[in-house]
């Protein structure tokens, strides 16, 4: 069982920065996908960014060219840098890990909120 706890979220005016990280138990971090997911207001959770094992990292259109994804094995933590943040970006954080060690495992963070004032 893995536990996924994020840290980091509050409130921010437009044009701000924030950093969330997300930290996991166990021993199989390193060898999973590790995702940031955001779900607004009345609408649906959305992937925005993810890290592979394998250490490529993909965007969404949404956040591409603000927003950066990293990880840390050594600590079994990811990161989300997020900069020029719009009121748009006011969600519910989720980190999200992904492996395929024994069929397909997945697990959720709780959330953490990010407001962005403008």
């Known amino acids: 069982q893995v536990q996924l706890v994020e840290s980091g979220g509050g409130l921010v005016q437009a044009g701000g920065s924030l950093r969330l990280s997300c930290a996991a138990s166990?021993?199989?971090?390193?060898?999973?996908?590790m995702d940031w997911y955001r779900q607004a207001p009345g609408k649906q959770r959305e992937l925005i960014a993810r890290?592979?094992?394998?250490?490529?990292?993909a965007y969404s259109d949404s956040v591409k060219g603000r927003f950066t994804i990293s990880r840390d094995n050594a600590k079994n933590t990811v990161f989300l840098q997020m900069d020029s943040l719009e009121p748009e970006d006011t969600a519910v954080y989720y980190c999200?890990?992904?492996?395929?060690?024994?069929?397909?495992?997945?697990?959720w963070g709780q959330g953490t909120q990010v407001i962005v004032s403008s």
């Open positions: 999200h890990l992904e492996n395929f060690l024994f069929g397909k495992s997945e697990y």
């Open positions: 166990g021993n199989v971090f390193s060898l999973s996908n």
């Open positions: 890290s592979t094992r394998g250490g490529k990292s």
